[in-house]
């Protein structure tokens, strides 16, 4: 049978792997993973690790799961994939009804892409195309949050604002107006979420008076934004930025790509805000983690400034070649049945309380800032000075650090930075919540205990590495 380092070595010859120093791997190894059951993952030396991060965020209902597993199997053998222009299929039209009605009242369209990214440029072209279709053609900026992360194609970095995946490709970045992020890690001593978050929102206020007549839309992930360290605000700021671009004749795009299907503890972030946007982008856990897709939902006003004759060149002739994927949308339908069926929204809150307990000991740790959490997010923000939130230099690479103890451990835990987070499958048991809390707990305790050592390579067999 192959073992780890066989396909470890083959597979440093030929690939390149995503978000990853390839150099890395000089002394990070590659784990292989042979098969997948529930949370857990299991590699060709037959070790096991619990997926605390549900494969970057996708995967809500465990790995193999045997109802998406036969819903997909039982399309496969019917109809694999179809192009959507001209033709359609029973799973595409299924899910979009589905969709229309699970989604806030209102977003009647579906428009579909096939990953997260693609799923933003399809909002924000089709915002910009509204406004010029409506005879407001200098509608062409838009206003995204500092801090916010929004994919990786060319136009969705332009409305991101993560320096490590921005900055070296600003050249060929769009003009955006950047507001400053209501992330509450930030909020004064002594002040709430709620507080703080309508504080901020003061500088969206002053945006929008100053510049709607240049803007087409506002772009914010609603209440966590992920990719930016988890960093988490108070719905109070999405009912007045909803409130605020309806005054403004501005479209307000959601992004819930991560945070929907009941990652923020509803099953839309936007519901707790009792709002609908213009733009609802969803994927990632769309799917169940099982196929790359994205959809995008709009309302019929938005619609209708498309709807004319071919002539007048007014419709959206964007494409991507797998849009509506059969087999995405039957992995998305048996998703949203076992959402139903299950009640995973309700059962969710148990598992939530649980992830607030193991961790909240946290909080007293010399070198924890934070311990944060919206419904089944939760973050712990390490940093050098507990009392000022001195950060860690990033060249000292804490996080991995935890990485590498909870691979040791058994478990995928992968930081964003100094940030330690779970982003679990819901079908995570109470036990298996506890064992995360502990294997983070040791991870952030080795990560911190030296506070002089600059490591800029990585030591996989750490020397400082204590038993106790
Ligand atoms: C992951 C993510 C994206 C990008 O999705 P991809 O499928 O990776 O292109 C966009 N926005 C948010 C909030 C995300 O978390």
């Not at 799961?65 to 819903?71: A, E, H, Y």
């Not at 856990?285 to 007014?314: K, S």
Request: hydrophobic fraction near 40%; proline fraction near 5%; include cysteine.
């Amino acid at each position: 049978m192959k073992q780890n380092a066989d396909w470890m070595q083959r597979d440093l010859a030929v690939l390149w792997h995503p978000c990853t120093q390839m150099k890395d791997h000089e002394r990070l190894p590659l784990i292989p993973i042979r098969r997948g059951e529930g949370v857990w993952l299991e590699d060709f030396d037959g070790k096991r690790y619990l997926d605390a991060v549900s494969s970057w965020w996708v995967n809500v209902f465990g790995h193999a799961n045997p109802r998406i597993g036969q819903r997909i199997k039982d399309q496969v053998d019917r109809l694999e994939h179809v192009m959507l222009a001209g033709f359609s299929h029973s799973p595409v039209i299924e899910l979009s009804e589905r969709l229309v009605k699970v989604t806030p009242a209102g977003l009647d369209r579906v428009f579909y892409a096939d990953n997260g990214s693609s799923g933003i440029e399809v909002a924000l072209k089709m915002s910009y195309h509204y406004w010029l279709n409506s005879g407001r053609s200098g509608k062409q900026r838009f206003v995204t949050l500092t801090n916010s992360y929004h994919g990786e194609t060319v136009a969705a970095m332009s409305v991101g604002d993560v320096a490590l995946f921005t900055d070296t490709y600003k050249a060929l970045l769009l003009d955006t107006l950047k507001v400053p992020s209501p992330d509450c890690y930030h909020r004064p001593p002594g002040m709430c979420w709620e507080e703080h978050s309508r504080t901020m929102f003061a500088h969206m206020e002053r945006c929008l008076a100053e510049h709607h007549a240049e803007v087409a839309a506002v772009i914010v992930e609603p209440l966590i934004q992920g990719a930016g360290g988890m960093r988490m605000y108070h719905p109070v700021y999405l009912r007045l930025l909803r409130e605020a671009c309806d005054r403004y004749g501005v479209h307000l795009i959601l992004d819930e790509i991560a945070v929907g299907f009941g990652r923020t503890g509803t099953m839309f972030a936007c519901e707790q805000a009792g709002i609908a946007p213009d733009f609802l982008v969803l994927s990632k856990a769309l799917t169940g983690g099982y196929l790359p897709m994205a959809a995008v939902l709009t309302h019929d006003e938005v619609y209708q400034a498309f709807y004319d004759d071919y002539a007048t060149l007014r419709a959206f002739l964007h494409s991507h070649t797998y849009t509506g994927n059969p087999l995405a949308c039957a992995a998305a339908l048996a998703t949203l049945d076992i959402f139903e069926e299950d009640k995973v929204i309700d059962a969710n809150r148990a598992l939530s309380r649980r992830m607030a307990e193991s961790c909240a000991h946290l909080a007293d740790h010399p070198h924890v800032a934070e311990v944060r959490q919206t419904g089944m997010a939760l973050a712990i923000e390490m940093v050098q000075d507990k009392a000022t939130k001195a950060a860690y230099p990033w060249q000292e690479r804490r996080g991995l650090r935890v990485y590498q103890h909870a691979l040791e451990r058994g478990a995928l835990l992968r930081p964003l930075g100094n940030v330690v987070y779970f982003l679990p499958p819901y079908v995570i048991t109470p036990e298996q919540i506890d064992f995360l809390a502990e294997v983070a707990s040791e991870g952030i305790d080795l990560a911190t205990r030296d506070t002089v050592r600059v490591t800029v390579g990585l030591d996989l067999h750490p020397n400082h590495r204590d038993p106790g």
